[in-house]
Structure formats: structure tokens, C-alpha cells
């Protein structure tokens, strides 16, 4: 059976359809008994569906700036 943290790396294949028969299996199993993973899956979905109702507008360059030098800080 997969873990809780398996189920969060997996989450990405198995909702773009890129798993096995057996893997898919295995993460549905999971999902059948985690109400927490289930959770998780539908907020997964729920962001996806938001994030691809955003106008597609481009990121003014003094915020991608921004942007990316918050993310190259909370990296380190």
C-alpha cells in the first residue's frame, strides 16, 4: 500500500493518466481508505481548475522579478 507522502509525489501522474493499470490501482486503493489523500486530491483539482480559468495576461516584469526572487529565497 502507498503512503501518504507516495500519494502526494504520485498525484501529478495519476492525474495526467501516466500511471500503470497496477499503479493506478494502488493509488486509488490508497484514496479509498486516506480521507485526508482524498482531500488533498480535490484541492489539487480544485487549483487546476482555478489556475486555468486565469486570464492569460503577462506577468508585468517588475513583478516576475519580483516573483522569482521571493522563490530563489524560500529555497535556500
Known sequence: M????????LVTDYLEGRQTLVQRLRFQM???LCRHCRAYLRQIK??????????????PPD???????????WTR
Open 30 to 32: 490508497h484514496l479509498g
Open 63 to 73: 513583478v516576475q522579478q519580483a516573483l522569482l526572487e521571493r522563490f530563489r529565497d
Open 2 to 9: 502507498l503512503t501518504c507522502r507516495e500519494v502526494t509525489e
Open 46 to 59: 480544485q487549483t487546476i481548475r482555478t489556475l486555468g480559468a486565469l486570464p492569460t495576461e503577462p506577468i
